[in-house]
């Protein structure tokens, strides 16, 4: 239970939890046989988030200006340090929050396990606060907050100079504290008695249902002592659940006919009875509420746009829900949180008050895989024409998440448009959650080339330039034609690629002929040993491969010394110039010193050169091609 106030000042954002307060202020001000790690848990719902954000309140140095510390109990107030770094793991990837928190120290680190070992040599402790685990991942059904804990808070409480806090779901918490020492880690259960705040519980439903803080006017609001009365039977009821007390409140304020405060029996006591209740009370099927419901709980990302809402209940109910949900605004207020986009027309996307809602919701549910297929179904249906360009932008990104828990991804991973215009970081997290065997090989070609559209943050359009080589490179033409054949003006096309091994250098020439034009060749520096190779000198050690360079021909009968290289003069004269670094190539205009074409790469060029008239030749570790550069400055280019 909760540590009495002594009659100091509550936290204004949290109004309880004095004792979990002073925890976290010794962990804080690292007070002698405080842990280093603290790991806070609980069931869903618990309240562990907004605990969370009321603790950081007190440690941002700014912030803390704005609340009452001289009357707040001073044992809950730790003292004023350098704000903590706060990597929040909502909808990232693992990976997302451990270049989060090497950027914030800015470190120079270019590998994992190089962030860890860093942290470790900056010479004094650092201090990191990580909520929002439970959510973590841009795709639910990938597993993210799990492999967070693994990949990255496992590592990091290991690392000794590191002070982490952290909120994780019940699971994984003892996990993360698996193997440290003893001392070194603490985990704060809310719902544990030392830990649970039932006053604290009565004081947030008192507050909701007070006409101070918006509540409407009615007798059980307006009178002190029957509004006390109905906060202490909802807090009783609510258990350890601050959610559950919010549902309460939320489903008797939006529908307060017929609701009597002496009944206690019809307030919930769970997520589940929350639901159950407010239906009935308003004399609906408590299944026709979670079937409104099944579309956000099984959303993607921020939640899906508003007006798909009807079409997805009435996919997962197998019926017409059309006028359920037309008339839902009292049946589903309560549990869901419209919010409307800035950058996305106004439009308005719709998701539940909390993922545990969610979770009941998809419990409930006979076959889950069925529902999301459902689901999965009705948004292709949304996408004219199967045309990914013009779909909406909530099912051009989500539509991988869906498909996953519904089992249907590897199915839906053979349409270049997709792999073109949706959002690369969940496509790729969805993609890697697939075992590699049960992928075709254009979503294979996909998963190789994700790490660089994801790194390069790569608009749409570079993306298709960066796939259609990609798809060249693979033996894909059919893929490559295809990329060409969507509404993009892309920079190159790729004539042809030889995966050869070991190239160390690339040239352009040309070969002369007797009977005709001189025939334009790339020639690549190899080993020796590879098939076709001509060695440049008696001792073989250095050789030479041939290849036409419009056309996917090796030319091994070309003899070297009749190879004839572009001259200075001719190649300041051609209307194209390049330039490399390790990881990219350029081509300008020199006219307009615009930049016509930018290839990236996921490993170093070995090579490039560029021909007069204007076919890019590179290599790297993987081989060698040659791109056909267009004239006109392409919107595909990077800075």
């Known amino acids: ?67 009452p510390l001289d009357e707040m109990d001073p044992s809950t107030v730790p003292p004023e340090l350098p704000a903590p770094a706060v990597p929040s793991a909502e909808g990232l990837t693992a990976a997302q929050v451990l270049w989060l928190l090497a950027d914030h120290y800015e470190l120079t680190a270019t590998g994992t396990e190089e962030v860890y070992a860093e942290l470790a040599a900056l010479g004094h402790p650092v201090t990191v606060v990580v909520p929002d685990v439970d959510r973590a991942g841009p795709v639910r059904a990938a597993g993210e907050p799990a492999r967070l804990v693994r990949e990255v808070l496992k590592p990091l409480a290991a690392t000794e100079t590191v002070r982490l806090l952290v909120d994780v779901p019940r699971p994984l918490a003892a996990e993360l504290a698996d193997g440290l020492p003893y001392g070194a880690v603490q985990i704060i259960d809310l719902d544990a008695p030392e830990w649970a705040d039932p006053q604290g519980l009565v004081l947030h439903a008192e507050a909701a249902l007070s006409p101070l803080f918006g509540a409407p006017e009615l007798p059980f609001t307006t009178d002190p002592a029957a509004r006390r009365a109905l906060a202490e039977a909802i807090g009783r009821r609510a258990g350890t659940s601050p959610l559950v007390v919010q549902l309460a409140v939320h489903s008797i304020l939006m529908a307060p006919g017929g609701f009597d405060p002496a009944e206690e029996q019809y307030i919930p006591s769970s997520v589940g009875e929350a639901l159950d209740l407010h239906a009935r009370r308003l004399g609906a099927d408590p299944q026709n509420l979670r079937m409104v419901l099944a579309p956000p709980a099984l959303a993607e990302g921020s939640g899906f746009p508003v007006e798909m809402w009807a079409r997805l209940a009435s996919a997962v109910a197998g019926r ?120 075709g090989a254009p979503a ?45 003006d892309l920079p190159w096309q790729t004539l042809w690629n030889l995966p050869v091994p070991g190239i160390s250098a690339v040239t352009v020439g040309s070969l002369p002929r007797t009977d005709g034009p001189a025939t334009p060749v790339a020639v690549l520096g190899v080993p020796a040993s590879t098939p076709g190779a001509r060695a440049l000198d008696a001792s073989g050690r250095t050789a030479i491969l041939v290849h036409h360079l419009l056309q996917p021909t090796p030319l091994v009968e070309a003899a070297p010394q009749q190879i004839l290289r572009p001259s200075e003069d001719e190649r300041v004269a051609a209307p194209l110039a390049l330039s490399r670094g390790a990881d990219y190539v350029r081509v300008r205009d020199r006219a307009s010193k615009q930049v016509v074409a930018v290839l990236v790469s996921g490993t170093p060029f070995t090579g490039a050169d560029l021909s007069p008239d204007g076919v890019l030749v590179v290599a790297t570790e993987r081989g060698a091609k040659a791109l056909r550069i267009r004239r006109s400055p392409a919107s595909t280019t990077a800075s």
């Open 444 to 488: 294979r070609t996909y998963l190789r080339t994700a790490p660089l559209l994801t790194r390069t943050q790569a608009p749409a359009a570079l993306r298709a330039a960066l796939l259609e080589t990609a798809f060249a490179e693979d033996g894909l033409p059919q893929y490559s034609e295809a990329v060409h054949r969507l509404d993009f």
């Open 1 to 67: 239970m909760t540590a009495p106030t002594d009659g100091y000042a509550p936290h204004p954002h949290i109004g309880g939890r004095v004792a979990v307060l002073r925890a976290l202020a010794a962990w804080r001000m690292e007070w002698p046989g405080a842990p280093r790690v603290v790991v806070l848990t609980g069931s869903p719902g618990s309240g562990c988030s907004h605990l969370l954000t009321g603790f950081l309140m007190l440690c941002d140095p700014e912030f803390r200006k704005r609340l």
């Open 320 to 439: 017409d829900m059309s006028q359920t949900v037309a008339g839902a605004t009292t049946l589903a207020g309560p549990f869901v949180q419209p919010e409307e986009m800035d950058g996305e027309d106004g439009r308005t996307l719709l998701r539940l008050l909390h993922p545990a809602l969610g979770d009941e919701i998809r419990a409930g549910l006979a076959d889950l895989r069925a529902a999301q297929s459902q689901i999965a179904m009705a948004l292709l249906e949304t996408v004219p024409e199967q045309d990914w360009g013009k779909a909406d932008p909530y099912v051009r990104d989500h539509i991988a998440g869906h498909t996953l828990e519904a089992g249907l991804l590897p199915q839906l991973l053979t349409d270049p448009g997709l792999f073109i215009h949706a959002h690369p970081v969940p496509l790729r997290t969805a993609v890697e959650t697939v075992p590699i065997d049960a992928l």
